[in-house]
């Protein structure tokens, strides 16, 4: 199945989510588990520093007979030895929720790559599990995991600067455009105010 990924701040980066990965993980008395609704997410065009991109949405269910509370997470495994994206590049809408049995939560995943990240191939694990219990025989030592690939291709300091600011101004617009004509505004009127305010000083002498 081909889908699309929307890069905020201009174009269109092809991806492919694979397979429907539904793992139902327990304990031993069956009580909690968890599942998520797709295995592998391949990101086919190259990631650029500074960017902000919105992955594609990831669906976590249930799969125990207890209401349960999860948290989204990023993991890494040492059997993959490509560059690991920091936790911090991601965030999660919602972080921490709670499913009843058989109830499924869609997440928005969002990712900002800094500036001067480093090129060439990464790897991460994006995770959900359970979140610690004081209830009698529940084991939080279970979750599942989407596989995220991406490359990042190489950008100077000044093209991923651009791209920052290109990408602050798609995402939080058109909030962003006030904000940039105001301070133009300000700007103007302050130095037109000191222009003129030197033109009378001048005159009165």
């Known amino acids: 199945m081909k889908t699309y990924l929307r890069f905020i701040g201009g174009g269109i980066i092809s991806i492919f989510v ?6 139902p993980t327990t304990d031993v008395s069956g009580r909690v588990g968890v599942g998520v609704g797709a295995g592998e997410i391949n990101l086919t ?8 991109y919105e992955l594609p949405n990831l669906r976590i269910f249930n799969t125990g007979d207890e209401t349960t509370t999860y948290k989204m997470n990023v993991a890494f495994h040492q059997d993959y030895h490509q560059l690991r994206p920091g936790k911090s590049w991601f ?12 109830e499924s939560q869609e997440i928005l995943v969002s990712m900002i790559v800094p500036v001067k990240a480093e090129q060439g191939e990464y790897f991460a694990f994006l995770e959900s599990g359970p979140v610690a219990s004081d209830a ?4 939080v030592g279970i979750a599942v995991a989407t596989k ?6 190489p950008a100077n300091i000044w093209q991923a600067t651009l791209q920052r600011v290109s990408s602050f101004f798609a995402t939080y617009a058109p909030w962003s455009w006030i904000g940039f004509g ?9 130095l037109f105010k000191k222009f003129f305010s030197f033109n009378i000083a001048m005159k009165k002498k």
């Open 136 to 139: 009698p025989g529940t084991s």
């Open 182 to 190: 105001i301070t133009i505004v300000i700007i103007v009127f302050v």
């Open 18 to 23: 694979i397979g429907l990965f539904l793992l």
């Open 148 to 153: 995220l690939f991406f490359t990042m291709i």
């Open 91 to 102: 965030s999660f809408n919602p972080e921490t929720f709670t499913l009843p049995p058989g």
């Open 45 to 52: 065009d190259g990631i650029k520093p500074g960017g902000i």
